[in-house]
Structures are given as C-alpha cells and as structure tokens.
C-alpha cells in the first residue's frame, strides 16, 4: 500500500443545514434564520452549523435541531419522544464556491413536525421566524419582512429549501410521513389540511376520508372524538404501522 499524505489533498470543513417545515396557520412553513455574523450578515438563511470532530452527521444534525427548536430527533426504531420530530438526510451540496470563507460541503437534513411555537435564534443567529415556504421561494428565493428589500437566502440556501420541500411533497404520495406534521392523534380534517398544505392545493373533504381510511395501515381509531375544529365531535385516529402506502395518495393535477 502506498503511503498516504494527508498534505497533499486540501482542507476543507462539513455543514449541517436544516429544512425544518411544519405546517402553520394551514400554510407550509420553513425556519428561517437571521445571520448575525458574515458572511452574509443580515441575510436570511436555513439553520445549521459546522459539524464538530468528535460528531457524525447525524449526531451534528441533531445537536442543531435542538439548539435550533428544542425538538428531539425521532429515533423510528424506538418511542416516539413528546417533542419529537422526523429528521432524514436530505442531499449533500459541494460546490466550490457556495460558501466564500472556504470549501465547505454541506449534508442538508429535512425535518417534519406538528405545529411549533415561535422559534429561538441560536449560534450566529440573531434572530429567527416561521415563513411561509411560498415567500421564501418567491422572486427566486427573496424573501424579507414586511416593508423590507427581498434579498436572496444566503449560500444556496433557496436550492436547498427547494430539494427539501419537493422531497416532503413527493415522500407523502407513497409514504405515511403527512402524519408527522400531525399531533399524536389527530383528525382526518386535520390530515386533509397538512396535504392541502404541503401540496398547494384544495382536496374534497369526501374523497381524501375514503381513500385515507380504505389505505391498510395508514391510520388507527383512536376511540376519541374531539370538537376542537368546531361542530359536530369528529373521530381521532393516530398513525398507524403502515410505512409505505397501497395504493399511494397521489397529487392532483394542477
């Protein structure tokens, strides 16, 4: 074998960045944060930091959900923690001049949860909001406060927003990941509403129920009634062990 220099390759340091989405106020939003250091001080951007020496990506991307929301990754092998959220890798971003202090890769994680509260800046963050995904990506990733100048997300922050929120459109077709943007019961209204959500669109109450009870394993009676959406009691149910749905919830044609 021959020897190997390590001197002789360049350094270059790893990123975690998050996509975290949930859905609020029957919108789909993402975190966004605001840089408080450079570069790209001032500018909005997704949350996440350098991974440490001693931490793998997972671990790293952890540590930043919960510095960044308080949430806990869900660990699917195991209980589901009360703040728990699901956390996966999303796509590995390399491009030599994304970030101008150095080479730095980044392995983006997308998280889904129920509806959370006001988040809390952390890091080099000065400050931190929920934003609707549709102004973050408006005018080619813009985006500002009200009566503020859009700017750009800072890095190529908009790209990843982007990859993320089509993985959480397309992952719910076939997959039973819409109930992680639920509470831990929920109703099939409320379900209905994290799809019009997630995909931008009206969905008829009547069809969604059928097809929704009628997929094996997707979702369990509860027992429970709740009133909390207003008028009559409606059936709470809960996820169920099913994974993959079949047939799958495919989205309508617009």
Wanted: glycine content about 10%.
């Amino acid at each position: 074998m021959s020897p190997y220099d390590p001197s002789a390759f360049p350094p270059f340091a790893v990123t975690v960045d998050l996509v975290v989405l949930t859905v609020r106020r029957h919108a789909l939003c993402a975190l966004a944060v605001r840089r408080g250091e450079p570069p790209y001080q001032g500018r909005w951007a997704l949350p996440g930091g350098f991974v440490r020496p001693d931490e793998d990506l997972a671990a790293a991307a952890a540590r930043e959900l919960a510095e960044e929301t308080g949430l806990l990754a869900h660990d699917p092998t195991g209980p589901s923690p009360v703040n728990g959220a699901h956390l996966e890798q999303l796509a590995t971003y390399g491009d030599p001049k994304r970030d101008p202090r150095m080479r730095v890769v980044s392995v983006a994680h997308l998280v889904l949860a129920p509806d959370l509260p006001a988040p809390r800046p952390g890091g080099d963050a000065h400050s931190a909001r929920w934003a609707s995904v549709e102004d973050l990506l408006g005018q080619e990733g813009s985006f500002g406060r009200e009566g503020e100048q859009g700017a750009p997300l800072a890095f190529d922050h908009a790209q990843i927003l982007a990859d993320g929120v089509e993985r959480a459109r397309s992952k719910i077709e076939y997959s039973s990941l819409a109930t992680a943007f639920c509470p831990h019961e929920f109703t099939v209204g409320e379900l209905r509403r994290v799809y019009e959500a997630v995909w931008g669109v009206a969905l008829d109450p009547r069809n969604f129920h059928r097809k929704v009870t009628g997929t094996p394993g997707f979702l369990v009676p509860t027992g429970g009634t709740t009133t909390r959406q207003g008028g009559r009691p409606a059936q709470l149910f809960r996820a169920g062990g099913a994974t993959l749905l079949n047939p799958p919830m495919l989205r309508p044609e617009v």
